[in-house]
């Protein structure tokens, strides 16, 4: 049989295969050694407020463009720092560089102390005392808030219940609304065949192991595939420490907040009352229909965990009259996170806030 590669490509082909294979043999013994994983959460900042275990961390710029300050809010099961991994690979260098004041709310990891912190403690109590802080000290009339996934769910209910609060825009991401698209856990808390009261442990809240495990249930294969391709560019260091920082983010879940927890499974697994868009809460319903202020919902119609489904409603619930919504073909994560949300996705995150905040040397002093 006549040969079909040239002798020279044929040699280099060898030659590429021979180094990519030590190169795996290098990263991998690296990798299961945790031996150079990457350093995340580096942008410099400075803690500006906290209260108990939460804490309102405020990114150092310089070169300032934007006067409205930008606060994000994060969810409770997971850790904020999801919003700042890695030098270029994050959503606050990214936000800091087009000249916003970024602020970003750590709720810290929640033990007993933190078991009976309801959904009032943080939407009529936590977020509203961090807006007017970010306010009070930046001397700027309003700000711009920002809430992905569980951290919009507050955030909406925040603004929705408080609408004294100077919040000039409200942007939120991933945000489960309605939960009959939600996935199995939802669907068993609906039917009756999980008490949220039964997944509460000794401490009174929630056990990482649990929420983690919930999330694997909505994509069994989640593990194996990335192991799959794990091994398929281990040879490529830029990959290697790609997958070892988002393992890591994304295996590091803390406790939920038990009383918080038991609220969430009956008011939106059972009862389903985002959809519906009036919550009960703090003795009053808060409707989502008294959200006035300009609005962005952003989805990723790749989300697993968070169907573009679940929240599409959104527009229609907020009483809005600047209602915009931004579909990208991502994932949970990969709407913040990698070369794609970086380069195409966060730059029009950016826009729409720019549109909505006030230039520096223009902002009303408070």
């Given at each position: 049989?006549?040969?079909?590669?040239?002798?020279?490509e044929l040699v280099a082909r060898?030659?590429?295969?021979?180094?990519?294979?030590?190169?795996?043999?290098?990263?991998?013994?690296?990798?299961?050694?945790?031996?150079?994983?990457?350093?995340?959460?580096?942008?410099?900042?400075?803690?500006?407020?906290?209260?108990?275990?939460?804490?309102?961390?405020?990114?150092?710029?310089?070169?300032?463009?934007?006067?409205?300050?930008?606060?994000?809010?994060?969810?409770?099961?997971?850790?904020?720092?999801?919003?700042?991994?890695?030098?270029?690979?994050?959503?606050?260098?990214?936000?800091?560089?087009?000249?916003?004041?970024?602020?970003?709310?750590?709720?810290?990891?929640?033990?007993?102390?933190?078991?009976?912190?309801?959904?009032?403690?943080?939407?009529?109590?936590?977020?509203?005392?961090?807006?007017?802080?970010?306010?009070?000290?930046?001397?700027?009339?309003?700000?711009?808030?920002?809430?992905?996934?569980?951290?919009?769910?507050?955030?909406?209910?925040?603004?929705?219940?408080?609408?004294?609060?100077?919040?000039?825009?409200?942007?939120?991401?991933?945000?489960?609304?309605?939960?009959?698209?939600?996935?199995?856990?939802?669907?068993?808390?609906?039917?009756?065949?999980?008490?949220?009261?039964?997944?509460?442990?000794?401490?009174?809240?929630?056990?990482?192991?649990?929420?983690?495990?919930?999330?694997?249930?909505?994509?069994?294969?989640?593990?194996?595939?990335?192991?799959?391709?794990?091994?398929?560019?281990?040879?490529?260091?830029?990959?290697?420490?790609?997958?070892?920082t988002m393992t890591q983010w994304?295996?590091?879940?803390?406790?939920?907040?038990?009383?918080?927890?038991?609220?969430?499974?009956?008011?939106?697994?059972?009862?389903?009352?985002?959809?519906?868009?009036?919550?009960?809460?703090?003795?009053?319903?808060?409707?989502?229909?008294?959200?006035?202020?300009?609005?962005?919902?952003?989805?990723?119609?790749?989300?697993?965990?968070?169907?573009?489904?679940?929240?599409?409603?959104?527009?229609?619930?907020?009483?809005?009259?600047?209602?915009?919504?931004?579909?990208?073909?991502?994932?949970?994560?990969?709407?913040?996170?990698?070369?794609?949300?970086?380069?195409?996705?966060?730059?029009?995150?950016?826009?729409?806030?720019?549109?909505?905040?006030?230039?520096?040397?223009?902002?009303?002093?408070?």
């Amino acid at each position: 049989m006549p040969l079909t590669v040239a002798p020279d490509e044929l040699v280099a082909r060898i030659r590429r295969d021979t180094e990519r294979n030590l190169l795996r043999m290098r990263n991998g013994l690296k990798h299961v050694a945790g031996v150079g994983t990457p350093e995340l959460s580096r942008t410099p900042k400075e803690t500006v407020w906290s209260s108990e275990k939460v804490e309102l961390w405020r990114y150092h710029n310089d070169h300032k463009t934007v006067a409205t300050p930008l606060v994000l809010v994060h969810s409770l099961v997971s850790r904020s720092y999801v919003f700042d991994l890695v030098p270029g690979n994050s959503f606050v260098e990214t936000m800091r560089d087009r000249g916003f004041d970024v602020f970003l709310v750590d709720w810290g990891v929640p033990d007993e102390l933190e078991a009976g912190n309801t959904l009032e403690t943080y939407t009529d109590g936590y977020l509203p005392e961090i807006v007017d802080q970010v306010a009070s000290i930046t001397g700027q009339p309003d700000v711009n808030v920002f809430g992905y996934c569980f951290g919009g769910v507050l955030s909406l209910l925040a603004v929705a219940g408080n609408p004294h609060l100077p919040v000039r825009s409200l942007a939120v991401q991933a945000v489960p609304v309605d939960y009959d698209h939600m996935g199995p856990m939802a669907s068993m808390m609906q039917e009756g065949r999980v008490d949220p009261t039964q997944l509460v442990d000794a401490t009174g809240n929630v056990p990482a192991e649990v929420m983690l495990n919930s999330f694997r249930v909505l994509k069994p294969t989640g593990d194996l595939t990335g192991y799959v391709n794990l091994w398929q560019n281990l040879w490529n260091d830029d990959f290697v420490a790609a997958h070892q920082t988002m393992t890591q983010w994304s295996r590091d879940h803390i406790p939920f907040p038990g009383a918080a927890f038991v609220q969430t499974g009956q008011l939106f697994g059972r009862d389903n009352t985002m959809a519906a868009g009036r919550v009960p809460l703090g003795g009053r319903l808060v409707d989502l229909a008294d959200i006035t202020v300009p609005f962005l919902n952003i989805m990723g119609e790749k989300d697993h965990i968070v169907p573009p489904e679940a929240s599409e409603a959104l527009g229609d619930l907020v009483g809005s009259d600047d209602v915009e919504e931004l579909r990208f073909p991502a994932g949970h994560v990969g709407l913040i996170v990698g070369r794609t949300a970086q380069r195409s996705y966060i730059p029009q995150m950016a826009d729409w806030l720019e549109r909505h905040s006030e230039p520096l040397g223009r902002g009303r002093r408070r």
